[in-house]
């Protein structure tokens, strides 16, 4: 096979998905390596239909692999993930918007390009949860008790550009991040960066069956095939708050080895999910997600 890769500059010496291109160069393909954030994009030479047979991107916070990538789909060629799958969950304002319409638990959200018009929001919505619409790792996450709070906190907030807020949903500290690779699901849970004092380091955690059917409905709602999950459990059952596509698949066992068997399985059947705000992909009633069974050529049986 032969694929490209994006890396971001933030993933330049990161594991993920520099393990992953070690793993497939190993396993005999070819894998070429873009660089969109250290080289002189040539827009215009650089995506050629059929050159290919899969474009994949971690992608980062405003980086510029996603424009590249959106070109590659455009001239045809399988991305990984789909590429309007991505603009769908990178922009939370737009994932809360696509995800309540589908019917997933999240909670109600506002979006306001200037904090000071989250003052409309009524005092019976606090406390709120503020974050950027383009946030990642945990960065600028507000937890806002009262309108008077959120009027001292604006000029702090001016310089996140567009905001979402959302009504907190109590829950005991602890996030379970659910990660979904080759169609099966590794839970975790970690302190939520709202909670600090349960200093819980991340470790692997039994999935329940609410929550992986709830996960499964991520991926079919938003088109996702590599995709991670942040889950609070609120009153009311599991919310979701957040969908990461390409996360860290930290704690996932030889997390390498199964992203890359995943990104094959999905160049050879030359399709993504994908677009599925667009066409719905049906999903069973299900406790869990059925393995999607990648089919491992000579070699790849790591
Ligand atoms: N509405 C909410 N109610 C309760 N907790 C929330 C809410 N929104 C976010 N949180 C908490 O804040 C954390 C960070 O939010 P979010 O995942 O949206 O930000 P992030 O920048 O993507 O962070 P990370 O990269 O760590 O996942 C969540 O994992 C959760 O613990
Ligand atoms: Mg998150």
Not at 174 to 184: A, L, S
């Amino acid at each position: 096979m032969r694929l490209c890769f994006l890396v971001e500059e933030h993933y330049r010496h990161d594991g993920m998905p520099i393990e992953v291109i070690r793993q497939l160069t190993s396993w005999g393909h070819q894998v070429d390596v873009l660089r969109p954030g250290g080289s002189l994009l040539r827009m215009t030479e650089a995506v050629r239909a059929g050159t290919h047979d899969a474009w994949v991107l971690k992608t980062v916070s405003g980086g510029p692999g996603l424009t590249l990538l959106e070109a590659a789909a455009s001239a045809g060629m399988t991305t990984v993930n789909d590429a309007r799958s991505i603009r769908g969950v990178r922009d939370k304002a737009l994932a809360a918007a696509i995800g309540r319409s589908r019917g997933l638990p999240l909670p109600p959200t506002y979006a306001a390009a200037r904090p000071e018009l989250l003052a409309e929001i009524p005092s019976s919505e606090y406390p709120l949860v503020v974050k950027p619409a383009d946030g990642s790792s945990g960065r600028a996450v507000y937890l806002v008790s009262s309108p008077d709070r959120l009027a001292a906190m604006v000029p702090e907030l001016a310089r996140e550009g567009m905001l979402i807020a959302q009504p907190y949903v109590a829950n005991p500290g602890i996030d379970v991040k659910v990660y979904c690779v080759g169609g099966e699901l590794y839970a975790t849970e970690r302190c939520s960066p709202l909670h600090p004092d349960r200093a819980v380091q991340e470790r692997r955690v039994p999935l329940s069956a609410e929550v992986a059917a709830i996960v499964a409905q991520v991926g079919a709602v938003y088109g996702l095939d590599l995709y991670g999950v942040d889950v609070v459990l609120g009153p009311d059952g599991p919310v979701v708050v957040d969908v990461n596509d390409f996360p860290s698949f930290r704690q996932v066992p030889d997390a390498a080895a199964r992203v890359a068997r995943a990104v094959l399985g999905l160049a050879r059947t030359g399709q993504a999910s994908g677009a599925a705000t667009l066409t719905p992909r049906p999903h069973p009633a299900h406790p869990a997600p059925a393995p999607v069974q990648v089919p491992a050529a000579a070699g790849e049986s790591a």
